[in-house]
């Protein structure tokens, strides 16, 4: 059983490695038929659930889509396009200065944060670009 167990998450962890960046649990699932093999998706959101806690993904919180799951493991901020969805990473350096605006404002001691933007892809602009020339 535990054998089983570990090789559909490598299954899992390779899908996720052999992918843009970042899946849901849902694209993993569908994924998973495609290449013949039928598991459920709790047994799915189980295993990531262990290679999330054994720090192999990272995971990040989708307004609607709930947990995305990312290959990309250092610190790093996401750009969601609104027109076609995708998630991108930001690769600005890590902004550890908010820590110290947040501690002064709050008095507390800020471990890590998370930031997001939302707006419109390259491609996606690009694409009303054509359609209105
Ligand atoms: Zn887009
Ligand atoms: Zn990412």
Redesign the pocket.
């Known amino acids: 059983m535990s054998i089983k167990l570990t090789k559909q998450r490598q299954e899992i962890l390779d899908l996720i490695q052999a992918s843009e960046?970042?899946m849901t649990a849902d694209e993993i699932h569908t994924k998973l038929k495609e290449n013949g093999k039928t598991v459920g998706i709790a047994t799915i959101y189980r295993n990531l659930n262990v290679l999330y806690a054994e720090k192999m993904i990272?995971r990040?919180r989708h307004p609607e889509l709930g947990f995305i799951y990312?290959k990309?493991l250092h610190d790093?901020y996401?750009f969601r396009c609104k027109e076609c969805n995708r998630?991108l990473?930001v690769e600005i350096p890590y902004q550890d200065n908010l820590h110290e605006l947040v501690e002064k404002e709050l008095g507390c001691l800020v471990l890590e944060h998370d930031m997001s933007f939302e707006g419109i892809c390259k491609e996606c602009l690009q694409a009303k670009k054509d359609r209105k020339s």
């Open positions: 960046g970042h990272n990040v990312d990309n790093h996401h998630i990473d």
